[in-house]
């Protein structure tokens, strides 16, 4: 037995090596396996194509598996391993902090590039330090007050908090 790929219905199409009523050189074999498909399946889904089925049977004789080839695509260009190794040792090396766009510019790299590379490749995130207006002695009060009568009134509701909305907003 196996699982069509993207699917939730199982699919009898294999057992034991062998097609479904041994029917492995017939060509009317997938459509035998979609009408059972349809038949054994638990929800009411559409039978898969004909054609679905023969590629997955013909994959399964010559794999032993139905699962899907690696899939070709681009090689990495840019951000190879020396790429990655050289920034680095940049952001190591240097005392000060670097702008993204600096940095490219010594590595010769584009700017997104070298986000990625910070981003992906050596997990750094991007930190902006927030300046606050400094709390006065009258405002710690007044949260200290706040505090404790919150507390004492959560001690006689317990449940109040599912019934209150936090924000983060001001």
Known sequence: ??????????????????????????SNCGMVSANKFECHSPAPV???????????VEQFR?????TD???GGSKPRVRTPDTVGKIR????????????????AENDVS???????????LRMHPYKIHVFHSLTSLCREKRT???????????????????IWFSDEA
């Open 46 to 56: 559409q039978k898969p194509a004909r054609n679905v089925v023969k590629t997955l």
């Open 1 to 26: 037995m196996f699982y069509i790929p993207g699917k939730t219905c199982r699919c009898d199409v294999i057992q034991n090596g062998s097609t479904t009523n041994d029917r492995a050189e017939n």
């Open 69 to 71: 080839k690696k899939r």
């Open 89 to 104: 040792a940049s952001v190591a090396s240097s005392p000060t902090r670097k702008s993204v766009r600096q940095l490219a």
């Open 145 to 163: 007050s706040f505090a404790e009568e919150f507390g004492d009134h959560l001690q006689q509701k317990p449940h109040i908090l599912e019934h």
């Open 62 to 66: 010559a794999t032993g598996n139905v």
């Open 111 to 121: 700017p997104s590039t070298a986000r990625r590379i910070l981003r992906n490749d």
